[in-house]
């Protein structure tokens, strides 16, 4: 059982940065992710981050998002560099359960919007 919420979403120029926050409560010990949503599009994977803090990153952000726990602070992060036009969607905020063969994610934050301007 946990509860999620992000912070951090906003407005920045093409090739700018913003660093997401997902606050977490209740039970943290979840792999975590992040995915993000563009209006009209399906919902896409991004990045995860496992309990031994081990990381995946889609092709399309690797070498340009990090993704990051801080367990003291329940807090999951997602640094956003280099962003581009194409990373405009609503980010959200997952926790789930790694097993041997996928992982499960059970809950979800409401998302903060993030825009990118040409």
């Known amino acids: 059982q946990v509860q999620l919420v992000e912070s951090g979403g906003g407005l920045v120029q093409a090739g700018g940065s913003l660093r997401l926050s997902c606050a977490a409560s209740?039970?943290?010990?979840?792999?975590m992710g992040w995915f993000r949503q563009a209006p009209g599009k399906e919902r896409e994977f991004v990045a995860a981050?496992?309990?031994?803090?081990?990381?995946r990153y889609a092709d399309s952000v690797k070498g340009r998002f990090t993704i990051s726990r801080d367990n003291a602070k329940n807090t999951v992060y997602l640094q956003m560099n280099s962003l581009k036009p194409e990373d405009t969607a609503v980010y959200y905020c997952?926790?789930?359960?790694?097993?041997?063969?996928?992982?499960?994610?059970?809950?979800w934050g409401q998302g903060t919007q993030v825009t990118v301007s040409s």
């Open positions: 209740g039970r943290t010990s979840y792999k």
């Open positions: 981050i496992d309990l031994s803090a081990r990381t």
């Open positions: 997952a926790a789930g359960s790694q097993t041997i063969y996928n992982t499960v994610y059970s809950y």
